[in-house]
């Protein structure tokens, strides 16, 4: 018997079927329910943390949403989220040290600050070379380095300020101790691609059209970093309130991301595009104990997390974004009793499906997300791979 070849109509359907299955993927990639990296995640259409946007203009500030959201907006302003990329004249650290200073070798650095403006110099007893600071990065509590802009480049400051430290030091990763030359002491070109992920992970509407558009760059990660442009959902919200209205269903859907509604999967790889997915650290890896700062890759190795995850280990279950960190580690153990069971005489449930602590009952987080120091950060971070920690363990990459 011969086999029927598909009819024109079938073809048709079939290419109909594909291309309506091929945009709701793209729109809705939360729908493909697995880790990604994060340049994959930047291929969708939809929105998602360091999106390009076609136009400035559909970005509004966090000044807009402040006069409806009133409390998130008012504690949002203050974390080092929103604090983690200033114009340098508006940095917190700058201004309260006149003069920081460090020397290696024969080369001296020194950052002056008066009446606002800030100037970095670094010389080698017979040349110096200067340049006025344009931003600085990091809100400083870990540690604050600065970019400037010089004949249409940016560079990216040898040293940085640590704020454990109090004073300067190498910049993380670009220690150099024997440089080529003073220019090369001085600092590092940063450009093309890189130059835009810098701000995009540090910054809000710094993206537009693929490109770096410097003229109007929200500093920080504020609202619409992570909610996305919020003008469609504004307006529409300032016109239903004159209107005495209360939108819901359709009229509100899609105006505005909301990222309280992703799988916890895409909830992790979310605060991932900028901290570090699973994927992102295996395909770049950060090799050793320097993963640390990729909570998301850390915390998706532990057996709590499990194959799909689970709400009550999404990152916002533990952080609120809209707040700063809670430093005391006690007061994650309602997260981890959330799922654990409290005493070894009670047996795991469905809804508690983890095992007691035959240790303690308490402080849960303080031996099972050890901290470890970074040395060229001078600090010491959480490591969110949840487990059970021997003494004298190595690091587990
Ligand atoms: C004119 C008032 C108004 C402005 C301005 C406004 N919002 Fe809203 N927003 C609302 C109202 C009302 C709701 C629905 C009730 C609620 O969740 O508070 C809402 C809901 C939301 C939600 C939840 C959406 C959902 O689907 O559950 C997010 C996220 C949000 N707004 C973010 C923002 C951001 C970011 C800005 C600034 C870019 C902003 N809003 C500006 C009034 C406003
Ligand atoms: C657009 C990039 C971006 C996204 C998205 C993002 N973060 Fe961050 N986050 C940062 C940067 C940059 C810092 C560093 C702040 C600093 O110290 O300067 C940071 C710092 C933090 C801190 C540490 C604050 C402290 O006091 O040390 C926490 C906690 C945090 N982020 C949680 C989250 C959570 C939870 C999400 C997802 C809901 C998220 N972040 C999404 C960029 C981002
Ligand atoms: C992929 C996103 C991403 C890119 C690209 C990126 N950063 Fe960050 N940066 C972060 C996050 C997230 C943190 C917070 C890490 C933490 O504390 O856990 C951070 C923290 C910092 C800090 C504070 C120290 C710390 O560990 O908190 C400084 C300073 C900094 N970044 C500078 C830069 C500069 C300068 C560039 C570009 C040359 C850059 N970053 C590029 C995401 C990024
Ligand atoms: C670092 C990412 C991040 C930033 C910055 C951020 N949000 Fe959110 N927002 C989230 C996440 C994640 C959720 C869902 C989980 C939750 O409810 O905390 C959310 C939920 C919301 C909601 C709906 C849920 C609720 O509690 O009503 C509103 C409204 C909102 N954000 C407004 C804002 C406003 C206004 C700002 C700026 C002042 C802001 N967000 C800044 C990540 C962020
Ligand atoms: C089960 C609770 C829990 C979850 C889930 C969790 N964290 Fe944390 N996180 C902590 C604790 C505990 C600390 C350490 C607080 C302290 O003592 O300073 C911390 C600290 C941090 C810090 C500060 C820097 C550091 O490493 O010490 C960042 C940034 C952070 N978390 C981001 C994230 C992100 C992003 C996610 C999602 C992948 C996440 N966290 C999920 C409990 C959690
Ligand atoms: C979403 C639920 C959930 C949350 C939240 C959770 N866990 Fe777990 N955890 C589990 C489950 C389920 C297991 C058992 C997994 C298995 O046996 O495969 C587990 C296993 C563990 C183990 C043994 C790991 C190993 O490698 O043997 C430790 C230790 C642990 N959890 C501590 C914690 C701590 C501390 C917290 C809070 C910071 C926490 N868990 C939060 C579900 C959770
Ligand atoms: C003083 C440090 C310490 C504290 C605090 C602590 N644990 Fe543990 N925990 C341990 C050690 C050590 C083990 C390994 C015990 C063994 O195997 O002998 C362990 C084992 C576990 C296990 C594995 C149990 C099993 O049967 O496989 C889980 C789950 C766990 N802890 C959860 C928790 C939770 C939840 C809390 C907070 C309520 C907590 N732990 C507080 C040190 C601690």
Redesign the pocket.
């Known amino acids: 018997m011969m086999r029927r070849r598909p009819g024109r109509k079938r073809l048709l359907f079939y290419c109909a079927a594909f291309s309506v299955l091929y945009s709701i993927c793209t729109h809705f990639p939360g729908l493909l329910w697995a880790q990604m990296a994060t340049e994959d995640r930047l291929l969708y259409h939809g929105w998602w943390p360091r999106h390009s946007v076609p136009s400035r203009d559909e970005y509004i500030g966090p000044a807009e949403c402040a006069g409806c959201h009133l409390s998130k907006a008012a504690a949002q302003k203050t974390t080092p989220m929103a604090r983690t990329a200033v114009l340098a004249a508006d940095s917190d650290i700058l201004p309260g040290h006149s003069t920081l200073t460090f020397e290696v070798a024969r080369i001296k650095y020194e950052i002056a600050t008066a009446d606002g403006k800030s100037v970095y110099k670094v010389t080698d007893g017979r040349r110096s070379i200067s340049a006025p600071l344009t931003w600085a990065f990091g809100d400083g509590h870990i540690g604050q380095s600065f970019v400037y802009e010089h004949d249409g480049n940016y560079y990216e400051s040898r040293v940085s300020y640590f704020g454990p430290l109090g004073t300067l030091d190498f910049t993380p990763g670009r220690k150099l101790t024997e440089p080529r030359d003073l220019e090369q002491a001085m600092a590092r070109p940063v450009d093309g691609a890189e130059l835009v992920r810098c701000f995009a992970c540090h910054t809000t509407a710094s993206t537009i059209g693929d490109r770096l558009e410097r003229s109007r760059i929200i500093p920080g990660i504020t609202c619409e970093a992570c909610h996305g442009p919020g003008l469609k959902h504004a307006t529409a919200q300032k016109a239903a309130r004159l209107e005495g209205q209360v939108l819901e269903g359709e009229q509100e859907k899609n105006l505005i991301f909301d990222p309280g509604k992703l799988s916890p999967v895409d909830a992790v790889d979310f605060c991932g595009s900028c901290h570090g997915t699973w994927w992102d650290v295996k395909l770049a890896p950060p090799a050793g104990v320097s993963n640390v700062r990729a909570q998301p890759y850390r915390l998706e190795k532990?057996?709590?997390?499990?194959k799909k995850?689970?709400?009550?280990?999404a990152c916002a279950?533990?952080h609120d974004p809209h707040q700063e960190l809670v430093r005391d580690s006690a007061s994650?153990?309602k997260?981890?009793?959330?799922?654990?069971v409290a005493a070894a005489s009670v047996k795991?449930t469905v809804d508690h499906?983890?095992?007691a602590?035959k240790v303690s009952t308490k402080n849960?987080?303080s031996?099972?997300?050890p901290k470890y120091e970074l040395a060229e950060f001078h600090y010491k971070f959480a490591d969110h791979y949840?487990?059970?920690v021997r003494p004298n363990d190595p690091y587990p990459d």
């Open positions: 532990s057996r709590c997390w499990g995850g689970d709400p009550r280990l279950a533990c994650y153990d997260n981890c009793l959330s799922c654990h795991p499906p983890g095992p602590c849960c987080a031996c099972h997300m949840i487990r059970v």
